[in-house]
């Protein structure tokens, strides 16, 4: 998949990072191989090297530059024709309130045999993103900067 430079915040010799391209969510970043493949085994060792410090640096920064309260990291591969890719999916307050107003939502506490170790937890507002923020023709409005604001700064900030 081609991924429009407008997208791009920053890329490596063997990965690209930019902003989910169908997210209205500032900052839910993919970080994805430039090699074809779906296998963390067929990438080189240098590709492999860049992998740890690329994700602590997008982590840093959301967390830093942009406030979010945690970052969710997940590796789901079941897409053909999509090489090896991470989200990174900042969640800020703002997001997590949302959750808690959106009744459809508590459904999800039927599925739990007893009480959690907390109120939720990640799959849920990952579930809560996708469907809300890269779903929905018309998502949620967000709180502070844009999605286009949001990637100059991570643009910014990743090259540091």
């Known amino acids: 998949m081609q991924i ?13 990072v930019n902003h989910r391209v169908n ?3 500032p900052g839910y970043l993919m970080i994805s191989s430039k090699l074809d493949t779906n296998d963390l085994s067929d990438l ?13 640096k997008a982590q840093d920064v959301l967390k830093r530059k942009l406030g979010a309260q945690r970052i ?14 991470f ?14 107003k959106d009744s459809r939502y508590r459904v999800l506490q039927n599925f739990a045999d007893g009480p959690g170790e ?3 937890d990640g799959a849920e507002l990952t579930l809560f993103v996708w469907r809300e923020f890269c779903e929905r ?9 844009s999605v286009t604001q949001t990637i ?9």
């Not at 989200?87 to 808690?100: G, T």
């Open 137 to 145: 023709a018309l998502p949620p409005q967000v709180e502070g900067r």
């Open 72 to 85: 969710y990291i997940g590796r789901f591969g079941h897409s053909p024709g999509y090489p090896i890719h």
């Open 118 to 120: 907390t109120p939720t």
């Open 44 to 56: 080189s060792e240098a590709a492999l090297t860049e992998l740890g410090p690329l994700l602590a």
């Open 87 to 100: 989200h990174v999916i900042p969640i800020y307050a703002w997001v997590e309130e949302l959750f808690w």
């Open 4 to 16: 429009p430079d407008r997208f791009h915040v920053v890329e490596t010799d063997g990965w690209l």
């Open 23 to 25: 997210s209205a969510l």
């Open 152 to 160: 100059e700064l991570l643009r910014e900030a990743m090259r540091a």
